[in-house]
Each structure stands twice: as C-alpha cells, then as structure tokens.
C-alpha cells in the first residue's frame, strides 16, 4: 500500500507544476499484449540436492489503467510521469514431470507426476516519459520505469506425505521502451499511445515450509506491445 500512495502523491505534485505548462493530467487503458520468459529451477531437499531445470514463454493479453502528468517546454519537448495499474492476474506458464527416481534426500521416495504452475497479480509500474515533438499532433518518447508484481504459485504436487507447498513474493523489475504518441485532433484532448516495452524482473525465490523443503528459483522477463488511449484534462 505504502509504494501506492508514494507513487499517488508524487503524481499529485508533478501534476500540480503542469499548471505553468499547461498540458495537464491524462487518463486512460491501455491493452498490453505481452510475451513472459521464465528459466527456473527446482531443488528437492534444498540447492544441493536434485535439481530440475526448465523453460517456458507464455503470451498473455492484459488490461491497464494508467494515469500519468505532462509539463512541457514550449510544445517541442515535453516530460510525462505516470503510473499503471492491471487489475486481475496473468498465467506465467504451467509445465509437468513425473518422478520415478529413488532419491535418497527425499523422505518420502514417490514416483508421481508433477505440475508446476505460476501467476502474476497486483502489476504496479511507476514510469518516465522523455518525449520530442516530431509534428504538431505527433511525439516520440523513451520510456524508464519501476514495476512491481506478485508471483503467486499454483502448482499441483502433492504426494502422500512428501508434499511441498509455496508461498507468494513480491518481486521487482526495471522497465525501459520506446513509443509514439499521437493527439487526435478530432476529438479534443483525446491521444494514442503505441509502445514496445522490455521488463527484467529481479530473481524469484520461493521455499516450501512442507515435505521436501523444496527451493524454487527463477527468472522472468517480459516483453510488450502496448496501445494505449487517453483523454487529457
């Protein structure tokens, strides 16, 4: 909650110096057509016990809702601060193996299969947008933001006695794109966005408090088409 009224009040004083400007706040949606990457790895009885490693892309098509303030300097260079939020959750992959090796860390030896599976929920991003005037309608920026998700796991992996459960964890990501801004003179103060986006997510680390006391680690990446339209104020 704290990174959400930090973000809002920062908003709130960027917004108020638009006044000298003139450009205003703008709100909107924003359709994310995004490509997640995750290489992860999981240790049964610890990280020096067996390990199993894997790789998935998972394409997922999500909502947002932004609201962002742009000051400018004369029309030809202008600094927009926002942040987004996308309500509900994205499915980051779902993968199986079955086990039917006796090993000796594990207490409880089971030759049964596995399913792994993750989601993300709660994305937070809080971003700035550099952007040059390249015609009186139209603007290319460069975008560098923070973003935050939760990972939360829903695998399937339970086995008798020797079962692991996982918990959630906040991870964050930095965030940098590049995109094109266009008004729609049409309809006053109404504007596009189109962007492409890369997301580096820091390393996910989840441990089983049950069974094995498995440990799973993995990295995310995220890579998106983003549209986006806005009304000014």
Known sequence: MKKYLVSILFLILFGSSTAIAGQGVGIGLVTNLSNFDTKGAEFEGG???????????????????????????????????????????????????????????????????????????????????PQIALHENVGLYVKAGVSSLTVTSLEDISSGTDSSAYGNEDIYGATWGVGLNADLPQLAGAYLKLSYEYTGYEPVTLTSTTGNKNVIEADVEQEAIRLAIGYKF
């Open 47 to 129: 990280r020096a016990a067996e390990r199993h490693e894997t790789t998935h892309s998972e394409d997922v098509v999500f909502p947002g809702i932004f609201v962002e303030a742009t000051s400018s300097d004369a029309g030809l260079f202008s600094i927009t601060a926002g942040f987004e939020w996308i309500p509900g959750e994205a499915e980051l992959g779902s993968k199986s193996r079955t086990d039917t090796t006796t090993d000796g860390n594990e207490a409880n030896q089971d030759d049964n299969t596995y399913t792994a599976k993750a989601e993300v929920t709660d994305y937070f991003s809080f971003y700035i947008e």
